[in-house]
């Protein structure tokens, strides 16, 4: 092991911004987030920055080519005039994003909410800026260069002009695919991987999507057959969202803020959603905020043609099929070559790529495996608060960082810095998310994005491989099930007496498969029905609890272990953990890649014995999680890494409201803040006196009603 890392530790965040007061004025809600990401990097934070207005702030960061070509004339009645296709070169760096309308009459779209739309998504990028019309599609797009620098403009279109692309995302397998199209006979004018979409297509037709391995989200214009096809990748990595205008247009962008620009789109809040983020502290599904606005479904494909707007259907879904048995050994090195040949395509890049460096299992393994595949000056990056254990993870990130020699760097924040830090962070959420990680990761983003373009990281291991601790006791159910009938109600009789494990009681008591879906729901819960039913209006009683059965009915193993990772790959991984990653990287115009959410890797995943996953065996609580994963490690990660358990990310946000956030949560949760949404200002207030009066219950609720109220000024005045 090494004794340093190889540079000082970059210390950020925390003594720089904590003098200033914070308060819900001190940071108007009205001013954009990457205002102040702007003015950071500008080394200035005055008032004066802060309250400049949005639209002046949008203005000034469009090049004036790109304002003069918002009153470019374009054809709007014959649908049969050729297209234009304007492009605008841009300086800096930023995510890649799509947005665009279809229109079946074929009468267009005003070419300043087109622009409007696409400055939306400036935060993503762009090195590149380009915008397709024609009388019945357009096509707007912000690009982030990762690979073909120069060649790999957007929106792309194949020889004769006849089908158009925007896409957002990486395709992994491209060089293959390209190399079996090119004996085929199809010729490139381009290094990107875009465009081995449009060729594919070409050759396979809707089919070419069951061919990409990569995380995507497109939008694919067959000029010739009026024919529009929206798809997203298998797990959700990328989003993309959908809405009919009130004139019959189909609206579509990777993010919700961008397709709000497009006239005709709804902004009535959605009952049912609103419901669904008091029970899961996100919104799960297809689901959004607004009434007909959706989400594009993970491995799903949307097709529009002859002046219908077809349904979603899938492509895909996760299938746990068996695989020939072998020894464990067999099986480990199996899975050893797999993970590092998915970390070493995720590496492919043009610009410089990090790893996300928590200090757990995951992301020590994102970095052992990057190392093996010969990245030389790998940098990493943590983050941790200022208050200690359990919330400081840096001496095992550390400890990581010197066994692999990386370039490592350190961002602290402190309560100053999450509550400065949360309001944009609501804003690039699109959507309410009260996973409180989002704030310690936009930080750690920001930071990384000073040093390289792409970063890994470690999610989805513990969705394919078991690594969440609750999913022992779907094993020891297997004892429990054993029992008479009879027995077992009687036994979960003193858990009815308490309303929040109601659920689990029915569980035990009743159908095996119970107890999985029960595990799904409970992970995330905030509130439960009768005390939505206390703060809100219009909670509507059961909703959540028929979401997560309609989920379980895609399930299609009886190994209890395999059923929970379903649920937990259709809920929580997307609409979670995948979407603030997203988010949150976009934020800070950096890209970040997932290993462990190979094609090849989750296919070879859900075949794996459950004994590879979870099983008895030496560990703090007597059982091992992601059994598979550490045995690959054993010898090349420091094995106290390896013998850690899982430890989430602790946030200490929680405790902050009754202490140094205490006035800041006053401010958002004054009686009438959500009275707007249907909220009970009193109820509201008793959550609020015993959040800061330290209840741990109630303060989980009251950050969820703390990010809405943000989010509902943000978004809805």
């Known amino acids: 092991m090494l004794g340093q890392p190889s540079e000082p530790l970059r210390l950020m965040g925390s003594d720089r911004r904590a003098r200033s007061p914070v308060s819900r004025r001190g940071l108007h809600p009205s001013v954009p987030p990457d205002a102040a990401r702007v003015d950071r990097n500008a080394g200035s934070h005055s008032p004066e920055h802060l309250r400049r207005p949005f639209s002046r702030r949008l203005v000034r960061r469009i090049p004036p080519d790109a304002r003069d070509a918002r009153r470019t004339p374009r054809p709007r009645d014959d649908a049969d005039l050729l297209p234009t296709r304007r492009q605008h070169p841009r300086k800096g760096h930023g995510m890649c994003g799509i947005v665009g309308l279809f229109d079946p009459k074929g009468r267009g779209m005003n070419p300043s909410a087109l622009d409007r739309a696409g400055n939306t998504l400036n935060h993503r990028g762009p090195d590149d800026a380009g915008v397709y019309t024609d009388a019945h599609a357009n096509l707007v797009f912000r690009r982030l260069s990762i690979i073909d620098l120069e060649a790999g403009a957007q929106p792309m279109c194949n020889e004769d002009g006849s089908i158009w692309m925007v ?31 449009l060729h594919l297509y070409e050759e396979e037709g809707d089919a070419f999507i069951k061919q990409l391995d990569g995380m995507f989200a497109f939008a694919l214009w067959d000029r010739k057959n009026k024919r529009l096809i929206l798809g997203r990748d298998r797990v959700g990595i990328k989003p993309l969202y959908y809405a009919h205008t009130s004139d019959g247009q189909l609206g579509f962008a990777s993010e919700l803020k961008a397709l709000l620009e497009i006239p005709g789109i709804s902004r009535t809040i959605d009952e049912t959603a609103l419901s669904h983020y008091l029970t899961f502290r996100y919104v799960p599904g297809t689901h959004s905020m607004f009434q007909g606005v959706c989400k594009l479904a993970a491995g799903h494909l949307i097709e529009a043609s002859n002046g219908t707007v077809h349904a979603p259907r899938p492509y895909w ?35 410089p790529v990090g790893v996300l460096l928590s200090g757990g299992l995951d992301s020590a393994a994102m970095v052992a495996y990057a190392r093996e595949a010969g990245t030389r000056d790998l940098k990493t990056f943590s983050v941790a608060f200022d208050v200690g254990e359990p919330y400081d993870e840096r001496p095992f990130a550390r400890q990581a960082a010197r066994a692999f020699g990386t370039d490592h760097h ?10 400065r830090d949360l309001m944009d962070v609501v804003w690039h959420s699109d959507e309410p998310l009260a996973d409180l990680a989002t704030v310690p990761l936009y930080a750690v983003s920001r930071l990384a994005r000073e040093h390289v373009t792409v970063l890994l990281s470690g999610e989805g291991s513990d969705e394919l491989f078991g690594g969440y601790p609750g999913v022992e006791h779907l094993l020891k159910r297997a004892d429990w099930m054993a029992w008479p009938a009879a027995l077992r109600r009687l036994a979960s009789i ?55 059965d309609r989920v379980y009915e895609g399930v299609d193993t009886p190994d209890p272990l395999d059923q929970i990772l379903y649920m937990y790959a259709k809920t929580w991984l997307p609409d979670d953990l995948l979407a603030k990653a997203d988010r949150m990287t976009m934020a800070n115009s950096l890209e970040l890649r997932v290993p462990f959410l190979d094609n090849n890797l989750i296919d070879f995943a859900s075949g794996m014995p459950q004994r590879l996953k979870v099983r008895r065996e030496r560990s703090a609580d007597g059982w091992q999680r992601k059994y598979v994963l550490r045995k690959a490690l054993e010898g090349t990660v420091p094995q106290e ?23 800041f949560a006053g401010e958002w949760l004054m009686v009438d803040s959500l009275s707007g949404l249907g909220f009970r200002g009193e109820q509201v207030n008793r959550i609020l006196t015993r959040a800061t009066a330290g209840n741990a219950r109630a303060q989980r609720q009251a950050w969820s009603l703390i990010v809405l109220a943000i989010w509902s000024e943000r978004y809805l005045t």
């Open 410 to 419: 350190e961002v602290v924040v402190s309560a100053s810095d999450f509550a």
């Open 167 to 197: 896409y957002n995302g990486e395709i992994y397998n491209f060089q293959s695919l390209r190399n079996e199209l090119e004996r085929k006979g199809h010729r490139f004018k381009s290094r990107s991987d875009s465009e081995v979409i």
């Open 641 to 663: 890494i390896i013998d850690r358990p899982k430890q989430g990310f602790p946030v200490p946000a929680y405790g902050w409201l009754a202490d140094e956030l205490k006035g």
């Open 494 to 548: 003193p858990m009815h007496l308490l309303p929040e494990k109601a659920r689990w009681a029915r569980a035990l008591a009743g159908r095996p498969q119970d107890f999985a879906r029960n595990l799904g729901l409970t992970m995330t819960s905030v509130f439960d029905a009768s005390e939505k039913a206390a703060i809100h209006a219009g909670s509507q009683n059961g909703i959540s609890e028929a979401y997560t």
């Open 317 to 351: 879904d996760l299938a746990f099929e068996s695989q020939p048995e072998r020894d464990d050994q067999a099986w480990i090195e199996d899975f050893d070559a797999r993970l590092g040949q998915s970390v070493s395509s995720h590496m492919v890049s043009d610009v």
